[in-house]
C-alpha cells in the first residue's frame, strides 16, 4: 500500500467512526497517551479538521506515577499538541497514593476511573460534548475475550460501545474500534511520526497483556488467524441480540410493573406472560432504574424471585414468601406477584 493510500484510507476509516452527532464546530477533546493508537487518532481528526471552519480540537493527557518514563510520555504529549496548534491540558495521577491498590485489573480500572473523571470535568470546563478515544479493533476484541474468560453474561460481550454517555450531555466514542492496531501504525509510518511505547504493555501480569500477547498473537498466527475478526463478530452479534432482548425487557416492564407512592415496586406475573428467561433481565434494568446496588446481587437472587413471581400464588411451600437481598432490598410474595422495597 503507498504511502498516500495508507494516509488517506486510514483518515477515512476514522471518519467513518465518527457519530452523527459530532459537531467540529464545538471543542472536542482527544485522549491521548502518546501510544501509537492515540498518536494516530489525534493526526487524523486534525487532518480531518483542516476542511472544517474553525475547529477546536483539544488534546488531553494524564501522567502516571507509577513508570519512570511517564513524565517524558507527557512532555512528548505536549509536543504533538503543540505542533498541531492544539492546546493540551494535562494531569498528574497520583496513582501511588491511592489505599489498596491492586496489581492487574485492579490497576487498569483505577487508572481508567481517574483518566474518565479528568475528562469530564475538562469537557465541562471547555464545554465539549465528545471525547475521542483510540481503541482499536484489536482492543474490541481483547475486551471481549477477557469478559468471557473472566464470566459474563450476554450483555457484557457486547464489547465497548462505539459512542457512549460519559456524563450528562458529554459522549465518549471510539471512531477507530473498525480499525486494526496495525493499521495506525502503518498509517503513523506513512506520514513520519512517531510515537511513544510504553513498557508496562509488554508486563504479563496485567491480564490484558497476557490475552494480547501470550493468547491472541499466538492464536491468530497459528490455528486461528481470523481470530480477532471471529471474537468482533461474536460481540456484534450480541449486540444486535442484547438490543432486541432489552426492547423486550421494555415492554415486560411497562405491561407488568408498577411504581408506587411510597417508593414500593410491584411486580404482577399477569404482564410478564410465560417467558421465565426474560425475568432475570427484567429484574436487573429494574435495579438499575431504581439505582440500587447490583454488586451483590448473585443468580440465586435472581432465581428466587423469578420463583416468587411465577409459582408464589400457587402457594408451592419451596417457594419463599420473603427474602431479603443485598442493598437492604426487601421482597415480599403478594397475590398475583411481588413487591420489592428498599429498607
Known sequence: MSNQKSRSGFSRNVSHGLPSSWDWRQPVIVG????????????????????????????????????????????????????????????????????????????????????????????????????????????????????????????????MPSSRELSEGVSLVRPMLQVRRQHARDFLQAIGQNWREDESNNQLHFSRNFLRHRVLAEVESGPYPAAIEALVRFGEQASAEMSSRLQKIDAVIEKSVEQKIDGRILIHQRGIGDDRTIVPGTLIEIWKRKGWPRQELSSKHLNQLTEMIFYGFFEDASVPKAVDLPGGIHARLLAGGVSLQQK
Open 32 to 159: 491521548v497517551s502518546g501510544g501509537a493508537d492515540s498518536i494516530a487518532l489525534l493526526h487524523s481528526l486534525a487532518e480531518l479538521s483542516r476542511g472544517e471552519k474553525s475547529p477546536v480540537l483539544v488534546v488531553a493527557h494524564v501522567e502516571y506515577d507509577l513508570r519512570s518514563e511517564a513524565s517524558r510520555d507527557r512532555e512528548f504529549v505536549v509536543e504533538q499538541a503543540k505542533r498541531l496548534g492544539f492546546p493540551c491540558h494535562w494531569k498528574k495521577a497520583c496513582m501511588q497514593s491511592v489505599p489498596r491498590i491492586q496489581q492487574g485489573d485492579g490497576t487498569e480500572a483505577l487508572a481508567r476511573h481517574l483518566r474518565y473523571d479528568f475528562f469530564t470535568q475538562l469537557a465541562f470546563d471547555i464545554g465539549a460534548r465528545h471525547v475521542a478515544l483510540g481503541h482499536t479493533r484489536d482492543d474490541q476484541a481483547e475486551t471481549i475475550l477477557h469478559r468471557l474468560l473472566r464470566g459474563t453474561g450476554l450483555g457484557g460481550v457486547m464489547g
